[in-house]
């Protein structure tokens, strides 16, 4: 017997072990991609953090625990909120309604659209004027938040966004 036969050792670890489980292979979640949370608790997070400016963390989750304490639902912990201020959803814009330097900004889009905040404070950014760059400055600081964790930054246009955010305190 060759000590380096693989298919002869292949055969005495099955006889030892056992042939492998079939089907035993994991699925994938059938909920995979989307927030388990209850949506009360989605929308009491996103109350909390709703405002122009930054609320302070320990502030926002006693906010967010009072609220879940009333509506009986389990609170959601430090990490999970902080994973979630990524992904909620911000104020979207009419385009139509926002001024003239920002709907230029906004070249690709029809008047008739809407426009998340993160993605207008993107534009704004980096394809905007002056006037464009200084409405960006002042959208809620989720958006700004959010807009700085998008791909697709001009080095300039990033720096400028990150100083304003750094003004903001964020």
Not at 95 to 110: G, H, I, T, W
Request: with cysteine; aromatic share 8%; glycine share 8%.
């Amino acid at each position: 017997m060759d000590p380096f036969d693989l298919a002869a050792s292949l055969r005495r670890a099955e006889q030892r072990m056992g042939s492998p489980v079939r089907g035993a292979i994991r699925r994938p979640r059938s909920d995979r991609g989307r927030s388990r949370l209850d949506p009360r608790v989605l929308a009491a997070v996103s109350e909390a953090f709703s405002g122009q400016d930054r609320p302070g963390m320990s502030e926002a989750l006693a906010e967010i625990g009072r609220y879940c304490r009333r509506e009986d639902v389990r609170p959601p912990s430090r990490a999970t909120v902080y994973k979630l201020l990524d992904t909620l959803p911000t104020t979207s814009y009419r385009v139509r309604d926002l001024p003239s330097p920002v709907r230029e900004a906004l070249y690709n889009l029809a008047p008739e659209g809407r426009v998340p905040g993160h993605q207008l404070a993107f534009y704004c950014f980096n394809y905007g004027d002056l006037a464009a760059v200084s409405f960006a400055s002042g959208l809620p600081w989720l958006a700004l938040h959010q807009a700085l964790r998008l791909p697709g930054w001009r080095s300039r246009s990033r720096g400028l966004a990150e100083a304003a955010a750094c003004a903001r305190g964020l």
